[in-house]
C-alpha cells in the first residue's frame, strides 16, 4: 500500500496519459478518428507497460464513426453574432454555405406542424420553446460534505429505489418538445430541403453547451437532418427577437464526415497475467468508456475514467506486482449511445443477460470497478445492493481514509459500464467520487480535470485491483438476477 | 410611494424596455450601429412618454464606431474544433479565410521578441504562457447576506481606501504578459503579415469570454492588428498541443466594419421639467451607460442599468408627478472606454475637474444616481464619502427596506459614471446591487436579467428621484476637490 501510494501519488503520470487521450486525439465519438487516435495510444501504451494481449478487440457492429469537419453558425440580421454552434453526432452537412431565414414553429403535435407543410425550404428551424433560466447563486460543482456522506451511507436500498424513479420522472419531464413532433418536423425538414434545426439544452448557459445525437448511426440507417446544438441565450434571443415580428437571418455552413469502411466497435483490452496456479484463471476487471460525445474532448466524461484506470495499472506494473489472479483492464466504446462496449463485451464473455445463459468464464470472475462520474477523487463506493461487498470495502479503504475515502452505500447506481456486468450478476461496482463538473459538452476539456483528484483515485483504484487480484477468498455475490430483470441504463429493477 | 410601488412592481416595462435595448439593437460599442439603433429607441421611448428636449447630445470627438460583420475561427489540426472566439474590438479583419500555423511565441521581453523577427508571416500567434485553472466549488454570483451588508455599512473611509489600493495592485498583477511584449509584437505581426494574434482572460471558463479592445479607436489612429480572445481552455489546449511538437493549423475569416463617417460621440438625453418656480432651475439627475463591448448584447452592463433609470422615468410620468425640480436622464455613451461621455457632458455642462473652473450650472445641480453593477437589485447606497447624505438616505430607504434595500456605506466606489460628477464636487452616488454575474462576455445576454431585481431597482430609483426633485432643502454636498485629485476611473485619491 506504500509503494501504491508513492507511485500513485508522487510519481504521477495521469495528467500525460490524460493529455494523450483528450488533445492529442481529439473528440472520441466512436469509430471516429478522434477515438482511433486514443485507443491505439492506450493500446501501444499499455503494452510499453509490459501488460499481454493489448489489443483493439472488436465486440460487434457500432455503425458509423462521424467526425466534424466545419461549423460556421452565424446570425447575419437584424445584427451580426457568432454563434457557439454545434452539430449534432450523426448530423449530415450542408454542402457549402446555406443562407436563409429562421423559421418559428409552433407546433404541440403533428396535427400543428401540418400548418407548416410546403414552408420549409431554404429555411434554419426554431422550435418555440422559450427555457426558463434563472442566474444561479449555487456552484456548478463542489465536494461532498460529511453530512452528505454520512446520509448516504445510511440510505435503505427501498429509499434508494424511490429516489431513483423520482430521478427519472424529473428527466422525462425535461424532454419539452415531444418526441414524435420533432421526428416528424426533421423528415419534412429534409423531405422540403430545409437548412437546418437549431435546438438548445433546458440548463447549461454561459457558453456551455450539452451536444448529444442527431438520430442513429447504423451503416443501414438514412443520413440524419442537420441539427445543431447552441446556447439557450441565443436559443431564446432568436425566438424573441422573431416574436417581435422581426425575421432573423442565418449563414450556416456544416461538413460533416463519415467513417463506414469498418462498422464494428472496439474495446482496448489487455491483461497483467495471474501468478497463483490456482487463481490466475480467475479475473479481476478495471474500465472506463474511452469514447466521448463530439463537441470537446470528453476530458471529465470519461477520459477521467480512462487515464485513471490506465494510471492505476501503470501504478501496479511499477511497483512489480505478481498478482494471484489476472488483472484485465478494458477501455469501453458505444457506451455514450447505451453501454454497448461493455455490454457486446460481457455478452461475449460471460454471459447474456437476455437469456441469463452464461458461460465458463462467468465462474472465473471476480470483480469489476468502473469510474465515470467525472474528474472528483474517489469518496467511497456504491454496493449496487451486495451488502456482503461492505465490510470487504471498508477494510480496502482503511489505507486512504485520509485522503476522504470511505463512504460504503448500498445504492445502485446506473448510467454507466458497471452495469453490463451487474445485469448478469457479476460483481460490479462504481467509485463514490465527488461531484465536479462533467458534461456532454463543448467545454469538458483537459483543464476542467483536477489533477489532484485523478491522482488519488487512480492510487485508491490500484490498491483496490490490487487487493481484488490478491485476496485468498472468491468475491462475493448478489444472487443471480433474473433474465432482463434490470434496466441496463438506469441499473433499476424494471 | 404607493402609487411608485404599485407602477414598478405590478405594472413593469422593465423587461420590454431591456429587449428593445439589448437583442433588437444588437451589441452596443460606442459610434456602431448598435448604439445608435439603442439610442435612437431610448430618445423616441422617451419623448412618447412624455419628456420634453430627448435627443441625441453630441459630447465631443469618440472616434471610429466598429462592428464585427463576420468571425470565424478554427483549429484544422491536428483534429477539426470551432473556436468560441471574438474579435477585439476595433481589431481590422483578414480580407477573406485565411489558413495558417499557430506560433508559439516564448518572450518575456522586447530582447526575446528579436528572436522572432522574420518568422510571422502567415502564421497565427500565441503567447506561451499557460492560464492556471481549477474547478470552481464557489457559485460565480450570488446575494449579499445581512453580515456582509452589516460589515459594509460599518466600514471606515480609511478601511475603504486601503482596501481599493489592494484591489488595483491585484488587478496589476493580473497583466501576464508585459505590455510592452504585446504592443511590440502586435507591430511585428501587422508589418510581417501573420494573420492574427490569440488572447485569453485568466479567469472565465466554460464558454464564457471577456472581450475588451485590441487597441486604440480615434479616427486618426491606424488599424489594429487582429487580435482574437478565444476560451482559456482552447488557449492552453493550443499551447499543450505545440509544446508536445505537434503543428497546430488554423482557418481565420474576420470582416469588420468601422463607421468613420462621424466621429462624435452621443449621450442620450431628456427632462421632466421642473414646476416649482424657485426650484425648477435646479436638476435631480439619474444615468447609466448605453454602450456596451461588442461580444454580446451588454444586458447586465449596462443595459440593466439603463432599462432601470428608463423605468423609474416612466413609472414617474406614469402616475403623473409634477416635480419641483427638473428631473433630467442621461443613457451615457464611452463609458467603456473611460467614463467618455459622462465625463464631457459634465465639464461642458458644469465644470472642468482638472482645473476646477465651474460653470454655472454647477450651483443649480442636486444630485445624480447611478445604476451599473450588473441585474441585482438595490441593496443600499455608497456614500462616496459624503456623510451628509446618510440621515437623508436612510428616510428613502425606509418604505422600501422590506424589498432588502437599506444598507447605507461610506464607501467611494469607482469604475463608473458617477466618478465623472464626483471629480467636479457634485452630489452623486452609485447604488449598491447584489452581486450577480455582470461581465464584458461573450454572454451577457438579456437571459441573464433578472426581471424581479430590475423591477425592484427602478422602483426605488424613481422613489429616490422624486425624493430629490421634491425635497425642500439643496441635496448636501461634499468640500469642493481639488483639481485633478481623484482617479476619474478608480474613484480613489491619487
Not at 407546433?107 to 433560466?133: C, H, P, T
Not at 485513471?308 to 483492464?329: D, F, H, N, W, Y
Not at 470487504?392 to 481514509?401: L, M, S
Not at 460483481?427 to 489533477?451: G, K, R, T
Request: charged share 25%; aromatic share 8%; hydrophobic share 40%.
Amino acid at each position: 500500500m506504500t509503494k501504491i501510494r508513492n507511485e500513485g501519488l508522487k510519481n504521477s503520470k495521469v495528467m500525460d496519459i490524460a493529455f494523450h487521450l483528450t488533445e492529442l486525439s481529439g473528440p472520441r465519438v466512436t469509430n471516429s478518428p478522434g477515438f482511433m487516435r486514443a485507443a491505439n495510444y492506450a493500446k501501444n501504451q499499455l503494452t510499453q507497460w509490459g501488460l499481454v494481449d493489448s489489443k483493439l478487440d472488436a465486440w460487434g457492429d457500432f455503425g458509423k464513426g462521424w467526425e466534424l469537419k466545419k461549423s460556421y453558425v452565424a446570425i447575419t440580421s437584424p445584427w451580426y453574432r457568432p454563434l457557439i454552434a454545434y452539430p449534432k453526432t450523426w448530423s449530415a452537412g450542408t454542402n457549402g454555405l446555406q443562407s436563409g431565414e429562421v423559421l418559428l414553429i409552433s407546433a404541440k403535435d403533428s396535427a400543428e406542424l401540418d400548418a407548416y407543410r410546403g414552408k420549409l425550404k431554404g429555411k434554419v428551424l426554431i422550435i418555440d420553446n422559450l427555457i426558463n433560466f434563472q442566474q444561479s447563486t449555487q456552484p456548478v460543482g463542489g465536494r461532498y460534505t460529511d453530512e452528505e456522506l454520512q446520509k448516504m451511507s445510511e440510505v435503505t436500498e427501498a429509499e434508494d429505489t424511490a429516489a431513483m424513479r423520482r430521478r427519472r420522472e424529473r428527466y422525462k419531464d425535461q424532454n419539452i418538445v415531444p418526441r414524435e413532433v420533432l421526428t416528424r418536423l426533421k423528415k419534412m425538414a429534409e423531405k422540403e430541403g430545409a437548412i437546418a434545426l437549431l435546438s438548445s439544452g433546458t440548463e447549461d448557459h454561459g457558453g456551455t453547451i450539452l451536444v448529444l445525437q442527431a438520430g442513429p448511426h447504423k451503416i443501414s440507417d438514412p443520413a440524419n437532418f442537420l441539427d445543431i446544438a447552441i446556447g439557450l441565450e441565443d436559443y431564446n434571443m432568436i425566438i424573441r427577437i422573431l416574436k417581435n415580428n422581426t425575421p432573423v437571418k442565418m449563414d450556416v455552413d456544416v461538413k460533416a464526415k463519415f467513417q463506414t469502411a469498418d462498422s464494428r466497435g472496439y474495446n482496448v483490452i489487455a491483461e497483467i497475467p495471474g501468478t497463483d496456479k490456482n487463481l490466475k484463471d480467475q479475473v479481476v476487471m478495471l474500465g472506463a468508456h474511452l469514447d466521448s460525445w463530439p463537441a470537446a474532448v470528453g476530458a471529465t466524461d470519461d477520459a477521467a475514467g480512462s487515464c485513471v484506470m490506465m494510471e492505476a495499472i501503470r501504478i501496479l506494473k511499477a511497483i512489480g506486482i505478481q498478482p494471484k489472479r489476472t488483472i484485465r483492464i478494458a477501455l469501453w466504446s458505444g457506451e455514450e449511445e447505451g453501454l454497448l462496449g461493455s455490454g457486446a463485451y460481457v455478452k461475449k464473455t460471460f454471459g447474456d443477460p437476455v437469456t441469463m445463459k452464461l458461460l465458463p468464464a462467468h465462474d472465473k470472475f471476480s470483480v469489476y470497478f468502473n469510474l465515470d462520474n467525472g474528474t472528483g477523487k474517489i469518496r467511497g463506493i456504491h454496493l449496487q445492493g451486495n451488502e456482503a461487498a461492505r465490510k470487504i470495502f471498508e477494510q480496502w479503504f482503511a489505507p486512504f481514509n485520509d485522503l476522504g475515502a470511505k463512504t460504503i452505500t448500498i445504492r445502485n447506481t446506473g448510467s454507466t459500464d458497471h452495469i453490463s456486468f451487474d445485469v448478469v450478476g457479476l460483481p460490479a461496482f462504481q467509485f463514490i467520487q465527488d461531484p465536479l463538473v462533467s458534461q456532454h459538452s463543448n467545454m469538458d476539456s483537459y483543464d476542467h480535470l483536477m489533477s489532484d483528484d485523478l491522482k488519488q483515485a487512480a492510487t485508491i483504484v490500484a490498491a483496490f485491483v490490487y487487493d481484488a487480484a490478491m485476496r485468498d477468498q472468491n468475491f462475493p455475490r448478489k444472487p443471480l438476477p433474473k433474465p432482463l430483470s434490470l434496466d441496463p441504463i438506469t441499473g433499476s429493477h424494471r
